[in-house]
């Protein structure tokens, strides 16, 4: 994808997981001096999420607010995200995957070697990449896709298909979980789960096209039980271990045409 001078990504995230951190309010000025460099912009954010408990007491849910900090690229393209538990870099300038891992190394990096020391330990690293696939005048969306992963309609009476998703999740070779959604014509571009604040703080979000279109949403997570001490060099090897399923798939699912028209 990296290659393709019209490839369809428009967004993408790495996240780097780790225990609670006890001084959330250092951390940040921390990471800010940091960062500052690369991601000048910082902002704060607070996200309200729904947390689900199972005990013996039955499902509890909570609802609470999760303080978030972003610090953005000059150009805003790129955003550092901070929070208590994580570290994550996301963007809409993607031009490849050497250059977005070795910007998240960086990011965990400076997280890592923060005065404080409160981040020593990683949980679990994630992959997320998001496509959206329109054909060009003249084309129809089923020359892009292979029909057995393109969500159609069912050929009884003479119904119209107004939206349709695909989804598959599947475990990996490196104990890791991979999940595949291909939603054509969704309500927005953006899926419920990433269309937060953060998106609207950054003006990224996306026209939803008025024509025939399909979303490739793909993630890739890796947990580590138990927590591992963070070794740079290791993580950026499962890292890119996440990263190439992912591509295999979208080359999988995508056709001879569509890889002519995006490159």
């Known amino acids: 994808m990296a290659q393709m001078k019209n490839a369809p990504i428009r967004y993408v995230i790495g996240v780097v997981r780790f225990p609670e951190i006890a001084d959330f309010d250092t951390f940040v000025k921390e990471m800010a001096r940091g960062l500052a460099a690369g991601y ?3 902002k704060e954010a607070e996200i309200p999420q729904i947390n689900v408990h199972i005990d013996e007491r039955g499902v509890q849910v909570q609802s609470e607010v999760l303080r978030i900090w972003q610090f ?3 150009d805003f393209k790129w955003s550092a995200v901070v929070n208590k538990g994580m570290i994550a870099l996301h963007t809409t300038g ?3 995957h050497e250059d977005f891992l070795r910007r998240l190394v960086e990011v ?3 997280a890592v070697k923060t005065e404080s020391s ?3 330990m990683v949980e679990g690293v994630a992959l997320r990449y998001l496509d959206l696939v329109e054909p060009k005048e003249d084309d129809v969306l089923e020359q892009y896709l292979h029909e057995r992963f393109m969500p159609v309609g069912i050929d009884v009476g003479e119904f119209a298909l107004r939206e349709g998703v695909n989804q598959l999740q599947m475990g990996t070779e490196a104990g890791g979980a991979l999940r595949l ?3 054509r014509r969704p309500p927005s571009v ?8 953060l998106i ?3 003006n990224w979000q996306i026209d939803r096209p008025r024509e025939d279109f399909v979303t490739i949403d793909a993630d890739h997570s890796l947990t580590y039980v138990p927590p591992r001490k963070i070794d740079l060099e290791e993580m950026r090897g499962n890292i890119v271990g996440l990263w190439q399923p992912i591509r295999d798939i979208f080359d999988k699912i995508t056709t001879e045409h569509a890889m002519k028209v995006w490159k």
């Open 108 to 110: 965990a990096e400076v």
């Open 72 to 74: 953005r690229s000059e």
């Open 190 to 197: 953006f899926p419920p789960d990433l269309n937060s604040q």
């Open 181 to 183: 959604q291909v939603a």
């Open 94 to 96: 993607y031009i490849g």
């Open 40 to 42: 000048p912009a910082g």
């Open 200 to 202: 609207v703080d950054n």
């Open 118 to 120: 409160q981040v020593r």
